[in-house]
T-cell receptor
Framework: DGGITQSPKYLFRKEGQNVTLSCEQN?????MYWYRQDPGQGLRLIYY???????QKGDIAEGYSVSREKKESFPLTVTSAQKNPTAFYLC??????????????FGPGTRLTVT | AQSVAQPEDQVNVAEGNPLTVKCTYS??????LFWYVQYPNRGLQFLLKYITGDNLVKGSYGFEAEFNKSQTSFHLKKPSALVSDSALYFCAVREGSGTYKYIFGTGTRLKVLA
């Protein structure tokens, strides 16, 4: 799982509560990403950030928020507005620039259960 | 719009036999293509990528993939499957060098039977 850590591995919350998932990387990557994985749907992009203090919505950003105050950190907040938050959440990072090393490195994931 | 298709939800293969996991893509520019593998309750691990050059790309754990521009395909292959190859495989595409957004397929579950 490379130099990306996600915590906690399992998270349980009651409906109506906001929850923040942590993602930290020590790979010196500029770009970071959050994905949601549901059975049979593959990975869906929530938010991504190319540089510090900048981020873009992905395909399913509603009910989520992010910040990118430091290069190493890209926390994801799942708000109470997210209608179906129970899922496996994956954080990733990649280099940017004109080099060929464009693959993403993934963290181990956080499984969020909201009841 | 970019898209990636993995037409098979599951592929079963006997141990020792060759395996193929299919991927087709649609992008407007030059594609950057990737394969990843995921074991249960884990993050994805990078296997190989095609950026430019030779159409046959070799990667980790004996896997290789063939880029076919005319068929817009990037199938993952291995000459001899192992039981330990059983996992979920994802194909992904990134469009050109000006974007940092990746599109993933829905995944193909590979089951290698002993």
């Amino acid at each position: 799982d490379g130099g990306i850590t996600q915590s906690p591995k399992y998270l349980f919350r009651k409906e109506g509560q906001n929850v923040t998932l942590s993602c930290e990387q020590n790979l010196n990557h500029d770009a970071m990403y959050w994905y949601r994985q549901d059975p049979g749907q593959g990975l869906r992009l929530i938010y991504y950030s190319q540089i510090v203090n900048d981020f873009q919505k992905g395909d399913i950003a509603e009910g989520y928020s992010v910040s990118r105050e430091k290069k190493e950190s890209f926390p994801l907040t799942v708000t109470s507005a997210q209608k179906n938050p129970t899922a496996f959440y994956l954080c990733a990072s990649s280099m940017r620039g004109s080099g060929a090393n464009y693959e993403q490195y993934f963290g181990p994931g956080t499984r969020l259960t909201v009841t | 719009a970019q898209s990636v298709a993995q037409p098979e939800d599951q592929v079963n293969v006997a141990e020792g036999n060759p395996l193929t996991v299919k991927c087709t893509y649609s992008v407007s520019g030059n594609p950057y293509l990737f394969w990843y593998v995921q074991y249960p309750n884990r993050g994805l691990q990078f296997l190989l990528k095609y950026i430019t050059g030779d159409n046959l790309v070799k990667g980790s754990y004996g896997f290789e993939a063939e880029f076919n521009k005319s068929q817009t395909s990037f199938h993952l292959k291995k000459p001899s499957a192992l039981v330990s190859d059983s996992a979920l495989y994802f194909c992904a595409v990134r469009e050109g060098s000006g974007t940092y957004k990746y599109i993933f397929g829905t995944g193909t579950r590979l089951k290698v039977l002993a």
